[in-house]
């Protein structure tokens, strides 16, 4: 089983929409959780840390749910420059240096 | 303020053959990863540099070797190519506590 498994998509939403995708972690004992985002051909880049309580960061809102292992992201208002894909990323507890990444959700915005 | 660079950033190879890739770690970090992205998948771990010893490695073969500089800067070796090896390789660096990990730009390596 894959450490971090996600729906590849492809999303395809219209501007202004809301879209939201999940990913699921098999490791209970991980501690820290992350979505990155990859535009086509470059380096992934940190949208946000995901924390326990959930967190929002402008139209980019993160959930988790340690109980049943999974983490979500949602876009409200989405704009054709959201348009990338998402890694979902998982960091276990004691281990500082390695992140685990999921194969990524491709979200296209389209006018 | 320079990120973390990259080189080179495309490189053809045969299988068989041996290559070197380079990453200098954004200015203050002394800490370095590696990762595999395979077309279509997420970076996978190869291992991490930490005061020039290697301080933790993925499920990757003795192919992948790696080394650090005085300087912090790194370079990853890979003998021996496989096809399969053809993916862009990202270095990431980071500087304790935080840890955050910021990427390069990549190198994409062709096996033909």
């Known amino acids: 089983r894959k450490e971090v498994e996600q729906d590849p998509g492809p999303f395809n939403v219209p501007e202004g929409a809301t879209v939201a995708f999940n990913c699921t972690y098999s490791n209970s004992a991980s501690q820290s959780f992350f979505w990155y985002r990859q535009d086509c051909r470059k380096e992934p880049k940190l949208l946000m840390s995901?924390?326990?309580s959930g967190n929002e960061d402008g139209r980019f809102t993160a959930q988790l749910n340690r109980a049943s292992q999974y983490i979500s992201l949602l876009i409200r208002d989405s704009k054709l420059s959201d348009s990338a894909t998402y890694l979902c990323v998982v960091r276990d507890r004691g281990n500082d240096y390695k992140l685990s990444f999921g194969a990524g959700t491709t979200v296209t915005v389209r006018a | 303020d320079a990120g973390v660079t990259q080189s080179p950033t495309h490189l053809i190879k045969t299988r068989g053959q041996q290559v070197t890739l380079r990453c200098s770690p954004k200015s203050g970090h002394d800490t370095v990863s590696w990762y595999q992205q395979a077309l279509g998948q997420g970076p996978q771990f190869i291992f991490q540099?930490?005061?020039?010893?290697?301080?933790q490695r993925g499920n990757f073969p003795d192919r992948f070797s790696g080394h650090q500089f005085p300087n912090y800067s790194s370079e990853l070796n890979v003998n021996a190519l496989l096809l399969g090896d053809s993916a862009l390789y990202l270095c990431?660096?980071?500087?304790?506590?935080?840890?955050?990990?910021?990427f390069g730009p990549g190198t994409r390596l062709t096996v033909t």
């Open positions: 995901v924390y326990s």
């Open positions: 540099y930490y005061e020039e010893e290697e301080r």
């Open positions: 990431a660096s980071s500087l304790p506590p935080n840890n955050e990990q910021y």
